[in-house]
């Protein structure tokens, strides 16, 4: 099921600089300049994802991704390792 694709979003692992500078995506024209569409159909036309478990890009809801850049110095989403139920979020 598909429907809910639009609250997901692409997330970039490391930090910005160190993308740009990793050769192997480097070689295969790579780069932080490509917009959203480009940097999806980069993704789909050189295989990554396709495990679901690579080292440089993860797939995230918009939340979590938007939370990451957030918290400085903090890699990661705020709600790993975090367990919702419908008490703690009332």
């Known amino acids: 099921m598909n429907s809910h694709l639009s609250l997901l979003a ?7 600089n160190e993308m740009n500078s990793i050769k192997e995506l480097t070689d295969l024209e790579y780069s932080l300049k490509l ?15 396709s495990d679901l478990q690579t080292e440089y890009f993860q797939i ?3 939340n979590c991704n938007a939370a990451k850049g957030m918290i400085k110095n903090k890699n990661e989403c705020p709600m790993k390792n975090t367990t919702l139920t419908i008490t703690n979020m009332i």
Do not use: M
Request: charge should be negative; aromatic fraction near 8%; charged fraction near 15%.
């Open 10 to 16: 692409l997330d970039h692992i490391l930090e910005n």
């Open 35 to 49: 917009s959203n569409e480009t940097l999806h159909n980069w993704i789909i036309n050189n295989n990554y994802l």
């Open 60 to 62: 995230l809801c918009k």
